[in-house]
């Protein structure tokens, strides 16, 4: 098991990005998570660093989060990429799973088990 573990969030809304990395490394001090603000920024960041896990939401303001799990895909076909979003609808539920994600949970319902699958991913 590795000493800590990189997750890399990537989410338009800044209060979420906060939230979501208070919660994760107060869950867990293992949890070492970077944060990204739109689909560009993420994938800058993964050209210089690896990451265990990823958790997108599905609507950036460059593109959307299922082409980015597809590009993630592209290179990184092992680590867990969990979608957290607004959007319920099951085609967007159904393309990101296309795409290559493992989970697909929803904001703000699904907030409790957030650390609950990280955890279950990482472990």
Do not use: H, W
């Amino acid at each position: 098991m590795p000493d800590s573990y990189r997750i890399l969030l990537v989410d338009d809304d800044k209060d979420t990005r906060e939230m979501m990395s208070v919660l994760l490394t107060l869950e867990n001090s293992d949890y070492e998570v970077f944060s990204a603000a739109d689909a560009n920024e993420a994938l800058t960041l993964m050209q210089t660093r690896k990451f265990d896990l990823y958790i997108l939401d599905s609507l950036l303001p460059d593109m959307s989060g299922v082409e980015l799990c597809a590009r993630v895909r592209r290179f990184d076909k092992r680590s867990p990429i969990l979608f957290y979003s607004g959007m319920l609808e099951s085609n967007y539920i159904k393309n990101a799973k296309a795409a290559g994600a493992n989970e697909y949970l929803v904001k703000p319902d699904d907030l409790g088990r957030l650390s609950a699958t990280v955890e279950q991913y990482l472990n």
